[in-house]
């Protein structure tokens, strides 16, 4: 059974690299238009496998049908709450990135505010993907790989400890030759290839669990079952003692939803390479429609898991590897494994690839080297891009014994998620908030999140009001403060977005009709689930 697990593994694994290869190995990779977007040539399949693959890793997997393995259907929202934040980044801001021609979210508030507010956001943004994104990445990586493969089995490797490192180091060393050799459009490619096994691998998943529901008497017979031994599992709507209580989809996961896919340098770097406006808008809308499926595949497991195991003692986050383990035959084991490692190096190279954009063009052309050439540009890229890796890769096995990583990454990414958006949000809508404000903001916004999680007695207002309600209140604080600073001393001059060239802005005109399609089928799931 191992070696059939691991000769499918491999096979997948290497049919994935190969292909990649054939399609970019004649990419221009020396320029930072070729390296960091792709050359602007990326069609709507590209951007919307990208997306959902960059999004799709082992923490959400694993983690998203742990949290239905304990609360049920309600967690959806964050799938679903996701296709409203998409229609937004659709129509609303990717016009508006795009007719500035910009490789980063920070050059965006650069042209909006300052010099200074661009190098405030670069930092931020570094400092959480090194310490927060990256490392949760390859960690939970790691441990679901282990689990799903048996490799302490495989490798007659005993101590868990050395095996977390070592695994931690091959999929980091992988993901670094993807996303540093190989610029946006590897990534790209690869991501489209691996989301499409991703799915398949998703939806045979389910097709096997809700077989073993059934004892082997159909799928449909399955469903019923679930139905009906356990319906509290199967309500939409969360209640107050939940992880995610409905009244928070209109507040924090609202909020978080928004800024993770409409200002998120590591999601939406893909849209900013759309080869046009239409082009991108359509990648867009299209993974819209694939986050409508996600329940399928990133909730129902858990719940299926949940009827099955939970007399069995399984905790919630075992609860994915422990069905994938136990329903799929051995040489599908191996293919979902393979498509497992893609989503993981998928989401690492991704966050890397957007890491090394932010600091070469940020940090190294806009404050160490001026005048530097689009060559030197580019080789700041990939040895500031190997540094990084080695310390991600160092500091992810350190993250053994967190309770509960998604929990953990949800939490902390609302840190600078929240102060980020604000800004972002105030400039594109106003036109004379000064630059002032927007530095106010930034800082003062992540240090009151952060004093609110962890300095006492601040922590007393989450607790008492939900974290989520918490975040939202931060966020109206620092819209209201900027647009009073806008108001007591505004910018001199109105500003006034101007639009490079570099992108045809021409809309697709299926654009608003698709996007209010997208909605009321968010509408209808909710209704069709409430319990």
Excluded at 260 to 282: D, H, M, P, V
Aim: net charge neutral; with cysteine.
């Amino acid at each position: 059974m191992h070696m059939l697990t691991l000769a499918s593994f491999l096979f997948f694994t290497g049919l994935v690299a190969f292909v990649t290869w054939r399609i970019t190995h004649r990419d221009d990779h020396s320029s930072t238009s070729g390296y960091f977007l792709a050359g602007r040539s990326l069609t709507f399949p590209l951007i919307a496998g990208s997306l959902l693959m960059t999004n799709l890793s082992t923490e959400q997997m694993v983690g998203l049908n742990g949290a239905a393995f304990a609360d049920g259907l309600s967690v959806m929202a964050w799938e679903v709450v996701a296709v409203i934040a998409l229609v937004a980044l659709a129509l609303f801001f990717l016009p508006r990135f795009l007719k500035s021609g910009i490789a980063t979210l920070p050059q965006l508030l650069e042209i909006r505010f300052d010099k200074d507010t661009q190098l405030i956001t670069n930092i931020i943004f570094l400092i959480a993907y090194a310490v927060i994104l990256l490392p949760i990445i390859l960690y939970s990586g790691a441990i679901g790989l282990q689990g799903m493969l048996d490799l302490q089995g495989l490798t007659g490797i005993e101590s868990s400890t050395t095996l977390l490192w070592l695994t931690v180091w091959i999929v980091g060393i992988i993901g670094a030759v993807y996303a540093l050799f190989g610029g946006l459009r590897t990534v790209a490619v690869s991501d489209t290839l691996n989301g499409i096994g991703l799915l398949i691998g998703g939806f045979v998943i389910v097709y096997f669990g809700l077989q073993a529901v059934s004892g082997g008497t159909g799928i449909m017979e399955g469903w019923s079952i679930l139905k009906e031994s356990d319906p509290e599992k199967l309500n939409s709507i969360g209640g107050s003692e939940q992880q995610v209580p409905f009244f928070t989809l209109f507040t924090g996961v609202f909020l978080i939803n928004l800024f993770y896919w409409s200002t998120n340098q590591q999601i939406i770097q893909r849209t900013f390479a759309a080869k046009n406006l239409a082009e991108g808008q359509k990648g867009v809308l299209l993974t819209g429609l694939f986050k409508l499926l996600g329940p399928l595949y990133l909730v129902l497991p858990g719940i299926i898991a949940y009827h099955l195991y939970a007399d069995q003692g399984v905790r919630a986050d075992e609860a994915y590897g422990h069905l994938v383990f136990n329903v799929l035959p051995p040489y599908l084991t191996g293919f979902f494994a393979a498509v497992m490692v893609g989503a993981i190096l998928s989401s690492f190279n991704s966050a890397l690839n957007s890491t090394t954009t932010i600091f070469s063009l940020g940090i190294y052309k806009g404050v160490l080297n001026k005048d530097a050439t689009e060559q030197q540009v580019v080789k700041s890229g990939k040895v500031f891009g190997w540094i990084m890796a080695v310390i991600t890769m160092i500091i992810a096995p350190l993250l053994a014994g967190q309770d509960s990583l998604f929990g953990y990454l949800q939490k902390m990414n609302a840190i600078y998620f929240i102060p980020i958006l604000a800004v972002v949000l105030v400039g594109l809508l106003t036109k004379r908030v000064p630059p002032m404000a927007a530095k106010i903001a930034l800082v003062g916004g992540c240090l009151l999140i952060a004093a609110g999680y962890f300095v006492p007695p601040f922590t007393l207002l989450p607790e008492i009001m939900h974290e989520f309600h918490f975040v939202a209140l931060v966020f109206a604080l620092l819209v209201a403060v900027m647009l009073i600073i806008g108001k007591l001393r505004p910018r001199e001059t109105d500003w006034v977005q101007e639009h490079t060239g570099d992108v045809d802005l021409t809309p697709w005109k299926g654009a608003v009709p698709a996007g209010i399609v997208l909605v009321v089928l968010v509408i209808v799931m909710y209704i069709s689930f409430a319990g």
